[in-house]
Nanobody
Framework: QLVESGGGFVQPGGSLRLSCAVS????????MGWFRQAPGKEREGVSC????????YYADSVKGRFTISRDNAKNTVYLQMNSLRPEDTAVYYC???????????????????WGQGTQVTVSS
């Protein structure tokens, strides 16, 4: 089970930290991803982190502003979002390739287990 939290309303330039609490699987075995979907748009990949925290990927639109991290001991994945823009408004989801053990980041189609999402709204 994946449960996101930390979303909310923030003004442009503000920050939020999303958390994804994971249960029912051993986080050490899985790369983890963050995705988002804005109204009327397709879901897009935001960031991914390998199981050992050695490799991270970011969408071009968030590079330099967002940071993905993980604490396997706490079974939690984070997404620190700084310098937020109105175009970052979306429902944010964390995802895992469970039940397939996959330690490296792959294409979005590899992610088969999803949380319920948390809304992020950036507006003045």
């Amino acid at each position: 089970q994946l449960v996101e939290s930390g979303g909310g309303f923030v003004q442009p330039g503000g920050s939020l930290r999303l958390s994804c609490a994971v249960s029912g699987l051993t986080l050490d075995y899985y790369a983890m991803g963050w995705f988002r979907q804005a109204p009327g748009k397709e879901r897009e990949g935001v960031s991914c982190i390998s199981s050992s925290d050695t490799t991270t990927y970011y969408a071009d639109s968030v590079k330099g502003r967002f940071t993905i991290s993980r604490d396997n001991a706490k079974n939690t994945v984070y997404l620190q979002m700084n310098s937020l823009r109105p175009e970052d408004t979306a429902v944010y989801y964390c995802a895992a390739p469970w039940p397939v053990i996959q330690t490296v980041c792959g294409p979005p189609s590899d992610f088969s287990s999803w949380g319920q999402g948390t809304q992020v709204t950036v507006s003045s």
